[in-house]
């Protein structure tokens, strides 16, 4: 919610937030096919969405930090289309759809924030599509390490020395490319001077260079 929005349209707000909750390093928040009526907003700590593919492995859809909205995907019928699990302790607050479609009524700030959040995560899910469509292996890991640093930012970090608590495979089946594929990309890059890499702390990420490895042609 934006600040500044007032004591009477928080009034309205704060019931909407029901239930918070810890969820252990590893542990599922939800699972695909669950059954769902709440939105989840993370407090603190870091997820990752995942799907299952076709020969039963799991694809790594997103990361997911404070701020971030997860359960977007039952909106349509109350059915999980990913599994969510935390990548470290985390918190998060539970939001009932039901709770949240009646205080949209009074707060139509609310309601255009949700909008806002739906457009953003079609954003992001376009832009995915055109890392694993169109860029070579240096272009999907600048863009990803990009991506992660204007995160950060927004939030308040650093955004050229930031921590990954995600794995290398993790960021390889988000990004499309195998561990072994990204572990010489990072390397190739530390080597270089786009990034300094000190086990999952990154630092003194050269952000210019890195988008021009982005705009350069595949």
Same mark, same amino acid.
């Given at each position: 919610? &934006?600040?500044?929005?007032?004591?009477?349209?928080i009034?309205?707000?704060? &019931?909407?937030?029901?239930?918070?909750?810890?969820?252990?390093?590893?542990?599922?928040?939800?699972?695909?096919?669950?059954?769902?009526?709440?939105?989840?907003?993370?407090?603190?700590?870091?997820?990752?969405?995942?799907?299952?593919?076709?020969?039963?492995?799991?694809?790594?859809?997103?990361?997911?930090?404070?701020?971030?909205?997860?359960?977007?995907?039952?909106?349509?019928?109350?059915?999980?289309?990913s599994?969510?699990?935390?990548?470290?302790?985390?918190?998060?607050?539970?939001? &009932?759809?039901?709770?949240?479609?009646?205080?949209?009524?009074?707060? &139509?700030?609310?309601?255009?924030?949700?909008?806002?959040?739906?457009?953003?995560?079609?954003?992001? /899910?376009?832009?995915?599509?055109?890392?694993?469509?169109?860029?070579?292996?240096?272009?999907?890991?600048?863009?990803?390490?990009?991506?992660?640093?204007?995160?950060?930012?927004?939030?308040?970090?650093?955004?050229?020395?930031?921590?990954?608590?995600?794995?290398? @495979?993790?960021i390889?089946?988000?990004?499309?490319?195998?561990?072994?594929?990204?572990?010489?990309?990072?390397?190739?890059?530390q080597? /270089?001077?786009?990034?300094?890499?000190?086990?999952?702390?990154?630092?003194?990420?050269?952000?210019?260079?890195?988008? @021009?490895?982005?705009? @350069?042609?595949?």
């Open positions: 919610m &934006p600040s500044g929005i007032g004591d009477e349209a009034a309205h707000f704060e &019931p909407v937030v029901y239930r918070r909750r810890r969820v252990s390093r590893g542990e599922r928040l939800f699972s695909a096919n669950d059954r769902s009526g709440s939105l989840y907003a993370v407090r603190s700590g870091l997820f990752k969405t995942s799907v299952c593919d076709v020969a039963g492995r799991d694809q790594v859809t997103g990361f997911q930090m404070g701020g971030d909205l997860l359960g977007l995907d039952a909106l349509h019928d109350g059915i999980c289309a599994s969510a699990t935390a990548l470290e302790d985390s918190h998060v607050c539970a939001m &009932p759809f039901n709770s949240i479609e009646a205080a949209s009524i009074h707060l &139509p700030v609310l309601r255009r924030r949700l909008y806002a959040v739906l457009a953003g995560e079609i954003t992001r /899910s376009q832009q995915m599509l055109i890392v694993l469509g169109g860029m070579n292996g240096e272009q999907r890991l600048a863009a990803f390490l990009l991506d992660m640093s204007r995160r950060f930012l927004r939030r308040g970090y650093s955004g050229s020395s930031f921590t990954l608590r995600m794995t290398r @495979a993790e390889g089946s988000y990004i499309g490319l195998t561990l072994e594929t990204v572990s010489r990309l990072f390397s190739a890059f080597r /270089s001077g786009l990034v300094e890499v000190r086990q999952k702390q990154v630092c003194n990420l050269d952000l210019k260079r890195l988008d @021009a490895i982005l705009a @350069a042609d595949g």
